[in-house]
């Protein structure tokens, strides 16, 4: 059912302080943003190296639904984000099995949610979803040209670069005899 974790948000008073903490300190890449203004909050994915992801999410005025988790705190993890290929197959699955869940939407094609809450999953809101991860990221961390490799030389090795079905890219970089044995192994794959 699950795919993988794609990210934990952290909810914070202060957005700015928490992304100059996280880009500017840490070296997070920032990625899709924006408002939402039926919940009063804007939300924004980062990215940490290959593969790691998180999301600051902020009031943006009076009647934030994160009015009740900030109220006595200036952050904290407030969920942790799963990917799913299905929505409705998780959703029926979870009714199947009775556990309670909430809040199911979908946002046309690009996102479709649901959550369990903290009481159902031992102290942490659990956030389902089924989206296509390489749409929320910066461009500077896809591989261009819509392929799913690429390899470069960087000094004597090279360096292996792969889409990742979780969005972004791979890396693994590759001594000159590495590289010949990645290139006979699918030589012999291939029957060649």
Do not use: C
């Amino acid at each position: 059912m699950i795919q993988r974790v794609d990210h934990v948000s952290i909810a914070v008073r202060d957005y700015e302080k928490a992304r100059a903490f996280f880009q500017d300190i840490l070296g997070a890449i920032p990625g899709a943003g924006a408002s939402d203004d039926s919940l009063n909050f804007y939300w924004q994915i980062f990215s940490l190296g290959d593969l790691s992801r998180i999301e600051i999410i902020t009031p943006t005025g009076a009647g934030s639904f994160l009015d009740g988790f900030l109220n006595d705190r200036e952050g904290g993890v407030h969920h942790v984000t799963l990917q799913v290929p299905d929505i409705r197959r998780a959703r029926k699955r979870l009714e199947e099995l009775g556990v309670p869940f909430f809040g199911f939407r979908e946002y046309g094609d690009f996102w479709k949610e649901l959550f369990i809450h903290p009481r159902d999953a031992f102290g942490v809101l659990i956030q389902i979803a089924q989206f296509t991860a390489d749409d929320w990221l910066s461009a500077t961390l896809k591989l261009q040209g819509g392929g799913k490799f690429s390899v470069t030389s960087s000094g004597q090795n090279l360096t292996l670069s792969m889409a990742h079905p979780g969005g972004g890219t791979a890396k693994i970089e590759l001594t000159p005899s590495e590289a010949s044995a990645l290139a006979d192994a699918i030589n012999a794959a291939l029957g060649k």
